[in-house]
Structures are given as structure tokens and as C-alpha cells.
């Protein structure tokens, strides 16, 4: 498959669906990825992204899986980039090297602070934020380094909820308006169990007039451990009490909860197809199988093309 520019992608799909992946972290794991892959791939994703580590051994992964799925050719791989502990020289390689392997696309972020990291000072970083990423890419594009004329396809992060750092919204909304004034191409959110809270967010960037595609991040959750992760990872984010409270009733069946998660998952894409949404990317942590299960229910399975086309 060759790797397309997130405009044509947006542009051939009237819905993008996608998936999210993160590096192995050992053999085991990297072993289980691949049994998966024939059944992501089975599913035909507009697009798969690769998560971006902060600092060390997994950035190497990261690179690996993305050049690794590209050279597979079955799966359009996007690659998440971090500013956090981001050397200008090293960023330049990093972006030579996917230009060299013809990736079409960057997720930038800025990423979280690394846990280990004692006195860790964001303002002295090179990147300070995502916007200052954005704009290297920008500018490494409009060098004409990419086979493509118009470079990488850049995305950017959208947080419905908010972003726990910047309490004001409407300075908030002013950050996200910077990225997409800086060239950012799409935004992908982060996980949101809400479907309201992303049609008000949707609003407020028209107002803002940030009008490039919003991809809706959803994560099907498939326990109740899974659930506590994520609200430690999404910080901000709301677990509506309908959606609790379900989950709770079957704790201690985690078929039942999986079957729980999947269910409310699969309304929300639903609901968020109804309101035309441009994409849904899908957090998968490497697992295919609730992924696969709300495909079916959306009918999107090979067959059944007409929410993609
Ligand atoms: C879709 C998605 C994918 C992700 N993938 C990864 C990943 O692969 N690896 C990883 O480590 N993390 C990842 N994250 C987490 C992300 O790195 C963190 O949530 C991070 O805290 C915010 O990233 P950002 O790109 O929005 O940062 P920014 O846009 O830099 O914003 C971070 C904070 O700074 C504020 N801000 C922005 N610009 C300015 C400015 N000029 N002055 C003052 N304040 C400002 C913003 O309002 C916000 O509160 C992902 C998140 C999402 C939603």
C-alpha cells in the first residue's frame, strides 16, 4: 500500500476509520501485535497511528513498527512525534529518515512530561509545545525534503474535555487555533465518552475557526482495570455515570464488561456517524477484537462500504 497524504485520505473516505497502536515493549508483546495485524488489516483502517515514547529505547520502537508496517505494505502507518526531550538534530533525522521510507503523515504532540525526570522544565525544551513542532515540520516540508511536493500531512491533538494544564477553555481554544494556523492538516481528540461534549467542541472551534477535520478518538473499554488506566492516562476526561455504573454491575465478568464496552462504543460511532463526522480513530492498546466487534455493529466491515465511500 502506498502511503497517502492525509488530504487524499480525507478526500477518498466520506468517514476515515483508524487505529491506534503502540510500540511492543518486549518479544511477548511484539509476537502478539502480529498475530493481530492480519485482523486489523482485515478491517481495512483508513489509517493506523504509532505512539510516540517519551524519550529512550521506545522512540526506536516506534520507528521500527512504522517502517515495518509501511514495508508491509498492508497498513498506512502514521507516526507520533513528542517534543519532550526533542534535539533539533535528532528531530531532523528522525523526519529525513520517514521521508526516506516515503511516510506520508506525523501526529505531533507534545507529550507528557517523563516520569523519571526530576525538576523537568518544559520551557527548556527546543519544542516547548506542539505548535513549535508543527512549525519545524512546516518548514522541513517547504524545503521540498518529502518525495511528496506539499511534504508530511501534519495532525495535531484536540482535547473536547480540555486540557488539564490550561483551565481557561477559551485560551485553550486559542492554542489549538496556533497549530492549525502553524499547518496542521487534522485533528485527532483524545478519548471522549460523551458524544455532546465533542459536538459543543466541534462548535466552539467553528467559532474559532479552526476548520480543518476533526477525527473523534474512541476507546472501547474492555475492563474495569483498563477504565482506571485511562482515566490516569486522559486526565479530564468524563466516565458518565450511565457508562459507571454498567460497568460496575458486571466487574467481575470481564466478558460482560468487554461486551459493556463495546456496546457503548459502538452507540457513540453510531451517534457520530449521524452527525457526519470526518473520522474515528480508534484507541485499540494493540487488541482487535472489541475493535472488530464494533465494526461489525456499524456495519463496516468489507461488504458494507457505504460509510467509508
Ligand atoms: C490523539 C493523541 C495522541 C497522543 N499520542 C501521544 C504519544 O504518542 N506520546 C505521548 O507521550 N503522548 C501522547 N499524547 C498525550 C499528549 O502528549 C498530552 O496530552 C500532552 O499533555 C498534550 O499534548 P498537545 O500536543 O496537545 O500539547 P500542546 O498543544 O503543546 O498543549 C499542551 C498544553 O500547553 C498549552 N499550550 C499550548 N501552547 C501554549 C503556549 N504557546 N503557551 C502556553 N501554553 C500553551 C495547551 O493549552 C495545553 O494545556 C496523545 C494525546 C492525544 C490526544
Known amino acids: 500500500m502506498a502511503c497517502m497524504h492525509i488530504r487524499d485520505i480525507l478526500e477518498r473516505d466520506k468517514t476515515t476509520l483508524s487505529f491506534e497502536f503502540f510500540p511492543p515493549r518486549s518479544d511477548k508483546a511484539a509476537a502478539s501485535l502480529a498475530?493481530?495485524?492480519?485482523?486489523?488489516?482485515?478491517?481495512?483502517?483508513?489509517?493506523?497511528?504509532?505512539?510516540?515514547?517519551?524519550g529512550g529505547s521506545t522512540r526506536q520502537r516506534t520507528h521500527d513498527l512504522v517502517v515495518s508496517l509501511k514495508s508491509s505494505g498492508k497498513l498506512d502507518p502514521v507516526p507520533h512525534l513528542t517534543c519532550v526531550m526533542q534535539k533539533p538534530d535528532e528531530l531532523d533525522e528522525i523526519l529525513?529518515?520517514?521521508?526516506?521510507?516515503e511516510i506520508s503523515n506525523i501526529l505531533v504532540i507534545?507529550?507528557?512530561?517523563?516520569?523519571?525526570?526530576?525538576?523537568?522544565?518544559?520551557?527548556?525544551?527546543?519544542?516547548?509545545?506542539?505548535v513549535d513542532l508543527v512549525k519545524t515540520i512546516r518548514a522541513f516540508n517547504d524545503a521540498g525534503r518529502h518525495a511528496d511536493p506539499r511534504g508530511f500531512g501534519i495532525g495535531v491533538a484536540g482535547f473536547p474535555e480540555g486540557h488539564p494544564e490550561t483551565p481557561n477553555?477559551?485560551?485553550?481554544m486559542d492554542h489549538l487555533k496556533a497549530k492549525t494556523d502553524a499547518g496542521a492538516d487534522w485533528i485527532t481528540t483524545q478519548m471522549f465518552f460523551d458524544n455532546r461534549v465533542f459536538y459543543d467542541w466541534c462548535e466552539q472551534c467553528e467559532i474559532q475557526k479552526i476548520d480543518i477535520p476533526?477525527?473523534?478518538g474512541i476507546m472501547p473499554i474492555t475492563s474495569l482495570a483498563t477504565m482506571k488506566r485511562m482515566a490516569d492516562l486522559a486526565a479530564g476526561t468524563n466516565f458518565p455515570a450511565k457508562l459507571q455504573r454498567r460497568i460496575h454491575r458486571y466487574q467481575d465478568d470481564d466478558h460482560a464488561v468487554e461486551q459493556v464496552g463495546v456496546q457503548w462504543a459502538s452507540e457513540q460511532c453510531n451517534d457520530l456517524l449521524d452527525h457526519g463526522v470526518?473520522?474515528?480513530h480508534f484507541y485499540t492498546l494493540n487488541r482487535s477484537d472489541a475493535t472488530q466487534r464494533i465494526f461489525e455493529a456499524l456495519g463496516a466491515s468489507s461488504g458494507l462500504p457505504s460509510i467509508r465511500t
Open 214 to 216: 476533526k477525527i473523534a
Open 35 to 54: 498475530d493481530r495485524l492480519g485482523a486489523f488489516e482485515s478491517l481495512e483502517p483508513s489509517f493506523v497511528s504509532v505512539t510516540y515514547g517519551a
Open 278 to 280: 470526518r473520522g474515528i
Open 96 to 101: 529525513a529518515r520517514y521521508a526516506a521510507h
Open 169 to 172: 477553555r477559551l485560551r485553550q
Open 110 to 130: 507534545r507529550g507528557d512530561a517523563p516520569e523519571d525526570a526530576q525538576g523537568y522544565d518544559p520551557a527548556a525544551e527546543a519544542y516547548p509545545h506542539a
